[in-house]
């Protein structure tokens, strides 16, 4: 009864603060311009489908626009050249990676933002500036949804009074013993190798920067690496747990999380250490004017926070932790499942996009030579 109280109460403040920036908007009826349509490009997917029920679907039922969209996320930011060059560009709002929007932005492909100025405060009336996670906003960028790459383990190769529950403990043979699987690419791994071997969180990068740090993070995974099957799909780790195979696997949370909770398999996630990436929007050049009231309204608290209804992907805004109510289909309670969500966060690492930009083809190459050994 106490978490039904819970999930209505904030529903009910939910969507008193829905209805507030509506106001703050100006969309009533009587003052929203003529409907028109907006091409929105994003994932495909259950990502996009949580995008529709979020966003897209109460905003067309709000006003009269109609959204199309446009399943380019993964050729984005080609797709932004090609237009741009041919002077014709039909994308109104694109979902992008901060790293392909580092790009774009130099190359002028899409709007700089003046995140305080055209983005919802807080309920309590933080501005976005100070609201958004840590790198959730870029010169040219504004995430909404905190994504992780995790550790989860299957709980029934271990016995209930012994279960993992750190990083460390994934490097551990002694006391945790089976096979791993980890994803076939130094990213993640090194990471992790070196707050297994005592570096804090969030001293990870300045170590890496140095060939003492890359030795030390090789030699951890040395600890490890006769009992890791390497994996190159998203769908490798879950199954690989699923028929115990191994005991451990690196993975897409909201892989996990689907595992856990549609298909019911014994799962858990070690958010200690989680590297997480952030996943959101860009503007292309010369269409802010079209799509600033939609991005204001889609990248609000509670929309946010309304996403998580239908994927375990974090909201990117801090002030909506309180708001994340429970799955759509299933009724339980997201917010523990969040990447985001407090206890989990304590230990994350944001994925160092400029790091890899600079290093990815150096330590690729070392880490395939190394495999190789």
């Known amino acids: 009864m106490q978490q039904r109280k819970r999930s209505l109460r904030k529903g009910a403040l939910g969507a008193a603060i829905a209805l507030a920036g509506i106001a703050t908007l100006g969309l009533s009826s009587g003052a929203q311009a003529e ?43 080609a797709g932004l050249r090609a237009q741009s060059q041919a002077g014709n560009v039909t994308w ?40 958004f996670v840590d790198g959730a906003l870029g010169e040219c960028f504004v995430a909404s949804i905190v994504y992780s790459n995790v550790v989860a383990f299957n709980t029934e ?22 096979k791993r699987t980890l994803m ?9 190798a070196l707050v ?28 490890i690496k006769d009992e890791v099957i390497w994996w190159e799909e998203g769908a490798q780790p879950p199954q690989l747990l699923a028929d115990k195979e191994v005991a451990f696997g690196s993975a897409y949370n909201g892989r996990i999380f689907n595992a856990m909770v549609t298909e019911d398999q014994p799962f858990e996630i070690i958010w200690d250490a989680q ?10 050049t010369g269409k802010l004017d079209k799509v600033k009231d939609y991005l204001y309204f889609a990248t609000d608290t509670v929309r946010l926070a309304d996403q998580a209804k239908y994927i375990s992907y974090g909201p990117a805004r801090k002030s909506s932790s309180e708001f994340v109510s429970t ?13 985001t969500y407090g206890p989990n966060f304590a230990t994350a690492i944001p994925k160092n996009d400029e790091f890899w930009a600079d290093y990815n083809d150096e330590l690729t190459q070392r880490f395939n030579a190394w495999l190789a050994q």
């Open 92 to 131: 109104d709002l694109v979902d992008m990676l901060p790293a392909d929007a580092m790009i774009a932005c130099a190359e002028g492909l899409i709007e700089p933002l003046d995140h305080d100025a055209l983005l919802a405060a807080a309920p309590d009336g933080t501005p976005p500036s100070e609201d």
């Open 275 to 284: 590297v997480f990436e952030l996943d959101g929007w860009v503007v292309p």
């Open 196 to 223: 297994a071997d005592g570096v804090a969180p969030e001293d990870v990068y300045d170590v890496l920067e140095t060939e003492e740090g890359i030795q030390r993070a090789f030699a951890k995974l040395d600890t």
């Open 184 to 192: 076939r690419k130094p990213i993640n791994n090194l990471e992790w």
């Open 35 to 77: 409907p028109q349509t907006l091409n929105i490009v994003s994932w495909g997917g259950a990502y996009s489908m949580s995008q529709q029920k979020a966003y897209h679907e109460p905003w067309m039922a709000m006003n009269g626009d109609e959204i199309v969209n446009i399943d380019r996320s993964g050729n984005a930011l």
């Open 157 to 178: 190769m271990f016995p209930e009074d012994k279960q993992p529950s750190t990083i460390a403990d994934v490097f551990d043979l002694e006391n945790f013993p089976g």
């Open 327 to 339: 799955h759509a289909e299933t009724g339980i309670e997201m917010e523990p499942h969040m990447p």
